[in-house]
């Protein structure tokens, strides 16, 4: 098997009690069937406490019940209890995997760690150089991908991440050729021309400085992007404040190399899935929304660690925003392309 995970990965600890948000705190905790069973079998009160401290979701998993948004073992100094008795061990696999997020394509393992925690946001913009993504492990005789698409996006990817770190030339011309190399790949996987697509990620190999004559109508991803955030659920109730000073603070930007991180990130995260629905363009788009998104959070005052990690607990992390965006992108003029193109253009 191959596994691959950014360069910061392997530098991660969690700062528990330490931590400006908590990840006990707001989200529902998953209880795997392990877990449960090691729960069913501790003696005495603490043991009733696990059992009485579990219930069933709407969506029928096995979870924590929470109290005042909090994990019912969360204790007052922002610790965990079953770590502290049981050992992390039986904490259960949601717990002891978080930020640490998986992919299995065919026989590669990609592992993230999610930016929605303030440290592995912190890894993320820690550091100017390029993020890479080095591998481990090697393909044995016999492995394989799952879906003869895979490779191909693979590809594709890699040829993406190639734009975004073009250093030679701005970001937003970056993020723009990124945009139209996106396009046309997921033109060809509508048609289902995959031979083109090697030709495809050799014409964007030695990127022009001057970008194509684009059509470029006005007025632009902001503020209608900050305001299609506002109508999305909400996880903590200082985000949509938040949001709000964005929209009325003046213009900051952030440098080149820390907006290249970030879509390098999302990239690493999402592009790939496209495998699973055939949506490539609307992960392509959020890769670019999403850094812009903090640059203008950032506006309103805060560290870009802190507007990145704010954005992905509330939009990234969450699958119904995710999949509410995805929809905004292909049916919202004021989230498409030719608004992406506009921003990119003017900023
Ligand atoms: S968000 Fe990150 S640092 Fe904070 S408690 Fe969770 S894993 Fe630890």
Redesign the pocket.
């Known amino acids: 098997m191959l596994l691959r995970a950014p360069d910061y990965f392997d530098r991660f600890h ?3 009690d330490k ?1 400006p ?4 705190v707001g989200w529902e905790v998953v209880v795997d069937n392990d877990t449960a069973a090691y729960f069913a079998g501790v003696p005495g009160p603490f043991g009733d406490r696990l059992r009485a401290g579990l219930t069933v979701d709407g969506e029928g998993e096995r979870c924590f019940v929470r109290q005042n948004r909090r994990c019912p073992f969360l204790d007052g100094r922002n610790l965990c209890e079953i770590y502290q008795v049981l050992g992390e061990e039986h904490t259960s696999r949601t717990c002891r995997l ?2 640490r997020f998986t992919e299995d394509y065919g026989s590669v393992r990609e592992t993230s760690l999610s930016a ?5 946001a912190d890894l993320l913009l820690g550091s100017e150089e390029r993020l890479t993504f080095p591998a481990t492990g090697e393909l044995e005789a016999g492995e394989c991908w799952t879906d003869a698409w895979e490779p191909l996006l693979f590809a594709c990817r890699e040829r993406a991440l190639a734009i975004l770190q073009t250093r030679s030339l701005p970001i937003r011309t970056r993020f723009t050729w990124f945009l139209l190399f996106s396009n046309e790949v997921q033109s060809a996987l509508d048609e289902e021309q995959t031979e083109g697509l090697q030709d495809l990620c050799e014409a964007y190999g030695d990127l022009p400085e001057e970008l194509p004559a684009l059509e470029l109508t006005g007025p632009g991803l902001f503020p209608a992007a900050l305001k299609t955030l506002e109508r999305l659920e909400i996880l903590e109730e200082d985000w949509l404040p938040l949001l709000r000073a964005a929209e009325a603070a003046p213009r900051r930007k952030l440098p080149d190399w820390m907006l290249e991180r970030m879509a390098a990130y999302f990239v690493f995260r999402d592009f790939c899935k496209a495998v699973r629905d055939g949506d490539l363009l609307s992960r392509a788009e959020f890769a670019v929304l999403a850094p812009l998104c903090v640059e203008h959070l950032s506006a309103a005052g805060i560290a870009p660690q802190e507007a990145l990690y704010r954005f992905c607990r509330e939009i990234e992390h969450d699958p119904d925003n995710l999949a509410a965006l995805q929809t905004a992108f292909c049916e919202d003029p004021a989230l498409g392309l030719r608004a992406f193109f506009w921003q990119l253009a003017n900023d």
Do not use: L, M, Q
């Not at 929605?116 to 592995?120: D, E, H, R, T």
């Open positions: 969690c700062i528990a931590c948000r908590n990840c006990c978080h930020p929605s925690c303030p440290v592995a």
